[in-house]
């Protein structure tokens, strides 16, 4: 074939166009389990940090067994669904169902002789997704421990719910008005507000807001008070 010709053009384009896409997808198809086990080793780690619990990447799996004792489907009346699995709830698609078609995934967690609990949480954000998870104390009413990321939020700005210092805001704070106990009562859930201008040293209920982010702090507001309103009937029950 005269390798001047259009013809020629044509098919060398093609068949290198051919070439790149199975190479493409052949590596794309190599790494996926890699890639999956990531984002299982990222999710662990981040439930273990709601606990102040660092694990080596080798270990990860093995730490994550020792101190997440129960891992359970909730159904939105509060009881349990043992026919699927938490770990492997997919939150991003659980919110597009109606309240009484989601299943909400605990974990119950035991660290020097406690019971913690462990909600996850995803919302929308200023331009994306936004997630994270709380460990609440035995009491089911007091943060031990947060942790919050994002899909595309403002760098510098939004963006700063990632980072330890905002997470570590809402140790110590109540998700309830009255420490009764009575999770169902009207007025009693109040959650954790992110306060723009700032909560105050004494309000138990609410953390600074990010300078700038203030978009992004209300959507978290939103996002915990709807994702930890999910459980008040299994905490009243149990």
């Known amino acids: 074939m005269d390798r001047n010709s259009n013809a020629y053009t044509f098919i060398f384009a093609i068949v290198l166009v051919v070439f790149v896409a199975a190479m493409l997808a052949f590596t794309a198809t190599s ?12 999710k662990m780690q981040n439930i273990l940090t709601t606990l102040n619990i660092t694990a080596e990447k080798s270990a990860i799996e093995e730490t994550f067994n020792t101190y997440i004792k129960q891992q359970l489907t909730l159904k939105s009346d509060g009881t349990v669904d043992t026919g699927v699995n938490a770990f492997t709830i997919d939150l991003k698609k659980e919110i597009k169902k109606s309240k009484d078609d989601q ?13 913690f609990y ?29 942790v919050f990321d994002h899909k595309g939020e403002t760098p510098g700005l939004g ?37 723009k ?17 203030t978009i992004t702090c209300d959507a978290v507001t939103l996002m915990v008070h709807e994702r930890m309103s999910n459980y008040l009937q299994y905490f009243q029950n149990n």
Do not use: C
């Open 197 to 213: 201008g700032g909560a105050g040293e004494n309000n138990l209920h609410g953390v600074d807001g990010i300078s700038g982010g």
């Open 159 to 195: 963006a700063e719910i990632n980072q330890k210092w905002f997470g570590d805001m809402f140790i110590g704070k109540k998700i309830l008005l009255d420490n009764t106990k009575d999770f169902t009562a009207d007025g009693n859930y109040v959650s954790v507000k992110v306060v």
């Open 103 to 115: 299943r909400f995934p605990l974990y119950i967690a035991e660290k020097d002789g406690q019971t």
């Open 31 to 42: 790494l996926k389990p890699l890639q999956e086990n990531n984002v299982r080793n990222e």
């Open 118 to 146: 462990i909600v996850p949480l995803f919302g929308t954000g200023l331009w994306d997704a936004i997630w994270g998870y709380i460990a609440l104390e035995a009491d089911k009413n007091t943060i031990i421990g947060a």
